[in-house]
C-alpha cells in the first residue's frame, strides 16, 4: 500500500477534532478516518475498562488502516496531485496512552509499542478555548480536567520529533491555522 502523509489532531474532548479533520478533508479534497472509541462506546456502553482501551486502541489502528487505503485510492482517482496520499486522523495512540494513564494510571504496553512504530507528519493540538459541548459520552467538562488534559498532551507533543501546532481560536480560524502550517510543511 501507498504510504500516506498523516495528519493527526489530538486534544482534550470537545475541543473540536472531528470538525477540524471533516474540514481539512474538504478542503484538501482527501479522507479523514474519525474517532474509533465513539463508535465502540456507543456499541458498548460508557463503563468501559482498562481492557476496553486496548480493544479500542487496537480498533483505532484497524479503522487507520482502513482509512489510508481509502486515502490511497482518493489519491489515485484525483490523479495523484500530492506526493502522497493525504489522511487526517481524529485521535492516535497518544490520545489513547493519555486516556489509560488518565483514567487508571497506568497504561497498556501494546499503546506504547505503538506510539513507536508510529508515523504521522503534522500533529494538530486542539486547544480548550472552545466552549464546551456536553454528548452521552463526554467525561471531564470542568475547566480544570481540560486545562490539566491540555497540559498533558502539550508535554507531550513538546517532547516527541514530529511537528506540531497549536490550533485555537472559533472553527474558522483553527481551520485557517491548520490549512497554512499543512502548507508550510509541504505535506
Known amino acids: 500500500m501507498q504510504e500516506v502523509s498523516k495528519v493527526v489532531a489530538i486534544g482534550p474532548e470537545s475541543t473540536g477534532k472531528s470538525t477540524l479533520c471533516k474540514l481539512l478533508a474538504q478542503n ?5 478516518c474519525p474517532e474509533y472509541a465513539r463508535e465502540y462506546l456507543l456499541a458498548h456502553g460508557t463503563k ?8 479500542i486502541a487496537k480498533g483505532q489502528l484497524a479503522l487507520e488502516e482502513e482509512y489510508a487505503r481509502k486515502a490511497t485510492a482518493k489519491w489515485v482517482e484525483n490523479g495523484r496531485k500530492t506526493a502522497r496520499p493525504l ?15 488518565y483514567v487508571f494510571g497506568r497504561c ?4 506504547l509499542d505503538k506510539i513507536v512504530e508510529s508515523t504521522c507528519d503534522l500533529y494538530l493540538l ?24 491540555y497540559h498533558i498532551y502539550k508535554d507531550i507533543l513538546i517532547n ?19 490549512i497554512d502550517s499543512i502548507q508550510a510543511a509541504a505535506i
Open 108 to 111: 497498556h504496553q501494546f499503546i
Open 160 to 178: 516527541q520529533t514530529v511537528t506540531w501546532i497549536d490550533v485555537k481560536g472559533k472553527h474558522e480560524e483553527r481551520l485557517k491555522i491548520a
Open 87 to 101: 489522511l487526517f486522523v481524529d485521535t492516535d495512540m497518544y490520545v489513547m496512552k493519555t486516556w489509560c494513564e
Open 28 to 32: 484538501f479534497d482527501a479522507v479523514w
Open 126 to 149: 486542539c486547544n480548550i478555548d472552545l466552549p464546551w459541548v456536553k454528548d452521552e459520552l463526554r467525561e471531564y467538562p470542568d475547566l480544570q480536567s481540560r486545562e490539566e488534559l
Open 48 to 55: 468501559y475498562t482498562f481492557e476496553d482501551l486496548l480493544t
